[in-house]
């Protein structure tokens, strides 16, 4: 059982690149979701998809977007990296958009 | 907005020992309340959660505590094993997981 699968698990990137995390999941949920884990700050949530077509905003979403072109893939893009986007990146989903959320195992990126 | 405090951020404990995290919430409208533990390069997974129509949801050893009039809940793990050493994270909002924020975590260690 697969779950969520997240891409890559590490990256370096020099500010200004452009970088997309990618995230699939296999267990057909309505809802998906981008969280940054930082030390001393805890999740905070980017942006969600309630459903494929349609995309929200969370507490931290400036710099990033995000697009849900169908139900198992929620891809978050860093237009231009800058070091403050150094973090842990969790892609997560739920059913129906309520309950427990179902976390990947986090793709830790780097900004120099 | 909702905000959550977590306390305390690091706890050490011995093994067949009892521990407890505090969280505060500050929206009294938040209704749903789970509990998160997150391994080492691993994503958080849900343990327990309770809702706002109960005072106490236990599972096993562990066991949640919500107080709606002083907005604060409690995560108690009773005969502390090695294996329960984590990071635990506490969460608190409404049923729809898109409006949900996250406390700053608790890294529990137990001794054998």
């Known amino acids: 059982i697969a779950g969520i699968t997240q891409a890559p698990t590490s990256q370096i990137l020099a500010a200004g690149r452009r970088m997309t995390l990618r995230c699939t999941q296999d267990m057909r949920h309505n809802a998906m979701y981008w969280y940054r884990q930082d030390l001393g700050l805890g999740l905070r949530l980017i942006h969600y998809?309630?459903?494929?077509?349609?995309?929200g905003k969370g507490e931290v979403p400036d710099g990033y977007s995000v697009s849900r072109a169908n139900t198992d893939d929620f891809p978050l893009t860093l237009a231009s990296a800058v070091p403050s986007q150094t973090s842990v990146y969790f892609c997560?989903?739920?059913?129906?958009?309520?309950?427990?959320?179902?976390f990947g195992e986090g793709s830790r990126l780097t900004v120099l | 907005g909702e905000n959550v405090e977590q306390h305390p951020s690091t706890l050490s404990v011995q093994e067949g020992d009892s521990a407890v995290i505090k969280c505060t919430y500050s929206d009294s409208a938040s209704n749903y309340f789970p509990w998160y533990k997150q391994e080492l390069g691993k994503g958080p997974q849900l343990i327990i959660d309770?809702?706002?129509?109960?005072g106490e949801k236990k599972d096993q050893r562990i066991a949640v505590t919500l107080n709606k009039t002083a907005k604060h809940f409690s995560l108690h793990i009773t005969e502390t094993q090695p294996e329960d050493s984590a990071v635990y994270f506490c969460a608190a909002g409404y049923h729809n997981t898109d409006k949900l924020i996250f406390g700053t975590g608790t890294r529990l260690q137990v001794f054998p």
């Open positions: 997560a989903s739920s059913e129906e958009g309520a309950g427990e959320l179902f």
């Open positions: 998809s309630n459903t494929a077509g349609t995309t």
């Open positions: 309770i809702r706002s129509n109960v």
